[in-house]
């Protein structure tokens, strides 16, 4: 027998990593993340797009269940006369905002002053989350509207019209009316849009605003004159881009495929310059005057779209979108 001092000890064998093992596997799990990565912002832009479509759908309901206690669509900007007798025009958001749960805001605003009075900063700089597409940058974005004053920015607006210059051009083919279901200075009969509640546009993106995006996901110019009756950049910020602007609503101008002229034949995703446009690839989110919400591909052309816009148009047949 061996005495302790003397008994041999089995010690057991040791693992582990050498260094090149080691940047191997770290190499193979960033492959791994790289692989992945596209995968999830896919996964959360898909996420991002159908909350952005839940709040177009919330807000068509809303303007359908006002339709129903008035008899008619608001009008784009809706004026009140006020008990001095003057009129103040407020947008047709101001207007629907009891019908989106938002009472209080709604009684907060001072009708008897314009939008970007003084009185209404209280009101106007609250940010309207069921106005918001998760997608576009900046969930809290604010316009500086002068004097010192601001307004959160709303991404959804109202294609009021369809400007003539398309048709004259040959770009739109639409032989009737050219205003929207949403119109400037009238409100509208639900039965008075002759084309189909379900074929024309009540609300649809216009994300991003007061910054200028053009096609691509691109800023703009900071300072750009369109060459039509859209308005012009100035400052890098792009008009009508408060939920409360009574400039917020879209007539239809068309633009050239690098968002930078106007008339042209891109409707959709060219220009954020009171365009349709949204941060989705390759489409975007309209609610229509049946209250549903469908996705819109950004490569329609221009005279379909401009069928979906136009709630009198006489349209025979408004294409595949």
């Given at each position: ?26 190499t193979?799990?960033g ?108 969930r ?12 959160a ?7 009021t ?12 083919t ?33 994300a ?6 053009v096609?691509g ?55 954020n ?10 489409a ?18 221009v ?8 709630a ?10």
């Amino acid at each position: 027998m061996f005495s302790g001092s003397r008994r041999s000890k089995i010690q057991s064998p040791r693992f582990g990593f050498t260094l090149v093992e080691l940047l191997v596997v770290i190499t193979i799990i960033g492959i791994l993340i790289a692989l992945l990565l596209p995968a999830v912002q896919a996964a959360r832009e898909a996420a991002r797009r159908v909350q952005c479509a839940n709040n177009l759908k919330q807000v068509a309901l809303g303007l359908l269940t006002m339709e129903e206690a008035d008899g008619m669509f608001p009008a784009a900007n809706v004026t009140t006369v006020t008990p001095a007798g003057a009129g103040r025009t407020a947008t047709w958001v101001v207007h629907v905002l009891p019908y989106l749960e938002q009472q209080a805001l709604y009684d907060a605003y001072r009708f008897e002053f314009a939008w970007d009075h003084a009185d209404n900063q209280a009101a106007v700089k609250t940010v309207l989350p069921v106005m918001v597409c998760p997608s576009a940058p900046g969930r809290r974005r604010l316009d500086d509207i002068g004097s010192g004053r601001q307004a959160a920015a709303g991404d959804y607006a109202a294609p009021t019209s369809v400007t003539s210059a398309l048709r004259q051009q040959g770009l739109v083919t639409t032989p009737g009316q050219l205003h929207g279901a949403i119109r400037s200075n009238q409100p509208t009969l639900a039965a008075s849009i002759r084309d189909g509640l379900s074929n024309t546009i009540l609300v649809i993106e216009d994300a991003g605003r007061p910054v200028h995006w053009v096609a691509g996901g691109k800023r703009g110019p900071d300072n750009h004159n369109n060459g039509c009756g859209n308005f012009d950049v100035a400052g890098g910020r792009v008009r009508g881009a408060g939920w409360a602007d009574t400039a917020k609503h879209i007539p239809l101008h068309g633009f050239t495929r690098n968002g930078l002229a106007c008339p042209g034949p891109c409707g959709i995703n060219c220009t954020n310059n009171n365009e349709a446009f949204a941060f989705h690839p390759g489409a975007i989110n309209a609610a229509f005057a049946d209250g549903r919400v469908q996705t819109i591909s950004e490569s329609i052309s221009v005279d379909v779209y401009a069928s979906l816009i136009t709630a009198n148009g006489r349209e025979t047949n408004v294409g595949e979108y």
